[in-house]
């Protein structure tokens, strides 16, 4: 009874239908299957069995399923049905839905579903589509309960009544002036309780939250959540209600936008939205990546200079070039650290401006303490490579002040950063590790200079 | 009308009103704004002022701004006032919020600040915090409405109303049997439209999706998300119903781990989930990065025996040491835009496990391209740095091999740890960057040798 459902038990259960072909028990199976759910089967079958299984849906399951399944299985399935059959199942979506299916599962054939669909449905998608990807336009939803300021607490629950079925949001609705203005909201909690005779307005909460269509969903997302909403009114440049987006969607963004911060990390530049990894060219993911990497190689360049400089040292003592990579791999990891760490931090309003100085204090200790730790591993690590106590204590010390100074750099960054008004998010693990690559030399062979008398 | 609010305007109008001692004002202007927009607005002013408005604060808008303040600010807020009023402040709270304060702001005042508090609300909290932190436990809200199977709409309405002003979800009711069992859920959507004399039986869905309070909040979160939820019961072992999870605790949830993402990208291990930045202690942090920082250390020490395997062919041509970081360094750049990339698209499902030849063709052609961009770049820097046109090449054509390489060694780890029941999410950019080391090293010299004739 309790969940996460056993799939793999589910899975099974079809397949068996499938095998003995018993169609009836297929259809009670599969109808009782939630639609994610039945779209991860759905996935796991082969391309006959995928259509077999679907052609048993009705049309509004098909549709839910359609719209959970993943970008390559929405395209196969809509790939083997006539295009009336996918266009009645996308007019049985909700349009931000429909809109999203044909942008990112099937763009090469939107206007030609689009053509197939009823026009009043395709029209509500077309208008969707005008709006820029990622934006709140994209996930607006039209089936709102519109109220007037005239109205009593009897009209508006008769008015929800009607539409309650098809509604996208129930527990607020929407005052809208004679232009169609929003002018404010009213809760469902507070009609089920209120007498029927009573004015609307008078329960009404003015000035609602509301977003334009071209505002960003990640925005829109963040707004949801902190405002704790179940649904968001859009609004164009006039203040007329278009639509709401509703926080089932938002959560599909939150999950979105958490794994591209993962991306920004990585050092990968921001996608177009529609993509996904296979349909996004591959002229597309080099162009994203170049600009990066083409950076970092200018910026990591300063290394051979900095080489170049001690080449004498490095004649004279060739283990030196040994133990480079090792002691910049150390100071890169540790700097990738700490900065996630800090970005973490500032990201959930733990680290603030103000705090830098005890932000500095703290990454100095545990900088310190790292480097200890690994400055005594170093040493025995160092000394069974080449049996040199001096180069073995240069190597020591160099993790440790390697260690020490990644840390200060993968603090600050990201707080300098934020200083100059750049999102903490965009400093990547790549740009702290070359920060640190050059200077981290430099302190190697500093210390060797001195310890090694070269 | 739009948002976002301007809360730089209203942090003016809350210093004037605070300067001029308009108090009246400042308590009417303090009343209309949200309580995250004031919790803000509070953190903004200085000790002292933070006292003086929190204090004109109704006691149901105090409890929501000390529930949306930052750590530090509910710390202080809390720190300034007596313990009874704090104690009554949180009786005000959710109980889940409550317990998230008090372990998470306050975690040295908890049992001070529970025995203050109303024993039965102290009881309620103390049981949350009986669950593991991050759990579905520890997010559990017990104000739902319950059915009876002998229930009629006009029986579920009437419930409803008497609690609908206090209730955490309404848009779903929860059928219990005699034992508490939760059998089924109505949704407020039949009810509205039902005739009142129908038995709820009728409409009940049967076997609801449900969690028990040990799940972790991740889990809840994605349940909640794929199947649009706007709250997930929560039973106990017998199948008794303990509370509901909502949808607006869920998004914050998915918030934080959006970020904890990033730091597991960044290496560092989890923590608990009452830490903070500033509360986590120094030992602790030092213990969550040491064991990674040690394996990478140990591992990336290799390095210093693939370079004693070249030792004299480094003795020959010292040049040859100062590109090491520089093609190390754009390996591991390249290689950790690669697994950023797959990590998420692995977890938007946008690539499975059988996809992985269609992945590999296509990193091994983006790596070519940007391998062959970045060589033209490269042959021009070390010429500059050297001239001497068979190193170059030799830089040249290692940084295309490593850029290949690297991009092979990004797509694959991800997808073999999903292989072996590995979360792709822990593959770390230093963990790539350290494989890629040692190997890329290896092909340097390997290509040096060859070309230079060594």
Request: with cysteine; proline share 4%; charged share 25%.
């Amino acid at each position: 009874m309790t969940a996460p459902l056993d799939l793999d038990l589910l899975e099974q259960q079809v397949r068996a239908a499938l095998e003995t072909e018993d169609i009836t028990t297929l259809r009670e199976l599969v109808a009782r299957i939630y639609p994610p759910d039945l779209a991860d089967i759905i996935e796991r079958l082969d391309d006959e069995d995928q259509q077999r299984v679907f052609s048993l849906l009705e049309l509004s399951q098909a549709a839910d399923v359609l719209d959970e399944a993943s970008i390559d299985t929405a395209r196969e399935l809509i790939g083997q049905m006539p295009v009336e059959q996918a266009a009645d199942i996308l007019e049985e979506l909700d349009s931000d839905d429909a809109a999203a299916i044909l942008t990112e599962d099937v763009p090469e054939r939107q206007n030609e579903l689009l053509a197939a669909m009823a026009p009043e449905e395709a029209a509500d998608v077309r208008e969707l589509l005008r709006y820029p990807p990622q934006s709140a336009g994209r996930l607006l939803n039209d089936r709102f309960v519109a109220l007037r300021e005239s109205d009593t607490v009897a009209d508006a629950m008769e008015r929800l009544r009607n539409i309650v079925h098809d509604a996208a949001v129930i527990v607020y609705l929407y005052v809208l002036d004679q232009h169609d203005r929003l002018i404010g909201t009213v809760s469902l909690r507070r009609l089920l309780v209120d007498s029927p005779n009573r004015p609307i307005i008078e329960l009404m909460r003015p000035s609602p939250l509301a977003v334009q269509p071209e505002t960003d969903q990640e925005e829109v997302a963040r707004m949801v959540a902190r405002y704790d909403l179940a649904a968001l009114p859009v609004v164009d440049g006039e203040g007329r209600m278009l639509g709401v987006v509703t926080v089932d969607d938002v959560m599909d963004v939150l999950l979105e936008e958490g794994t591209e911060d993962v991306l920004k990390f990585g050092a990968v530049a921001q996608g177009q939205a529609d993509e996904t990894y296979f349909t996004t060219p591959i002229v597309a993911s080099v162009r994203r990546r170049i600009v990066w990497l083409l950076f970092l190689f200018v910026a990591g360049s300063i290394t051979a200079n900095v080489l170049r400089l001690f080449e004498t040292e490095l004649e004279q003592v060739v283990a030196l070039s040994f133990f480079i990579p090792l002691l910049i791999g150390t100071g890169g990891n540790t700097g990738a650290q700490t900065v996630s760490t800090l970005i973490r931090a500032m990201a959930l309003n733990e680290v603030r401006l103000r705090d830098v100085w005890r932000v500095l204090v703290r990454e100095l200790l545990v900088g310190i303490i790292l480097g200890v730790l690994l400055a005594i591993i170093a040493f025995g690590r160092a000394f069974l490579e080449v049996p040199m106590a001096s180069l073995a204590i240069t190597v020591a010390l160099s993790v440790m002040a390697i260690c020490i100074w990644a840390n200060i750099i993968g603090a600050m960054v990201p707080m300098a950063a934020r200083r100059v008004g750049i999102d903490p998010a965009l400093i990547s693990a790549p740009l702290i590790t070359t920060l640190v690559d050059a200077s981290g030399l430099a302190i190697y062979l500093l210390i060797a200079k001195l310890l090694l008398g070269l």
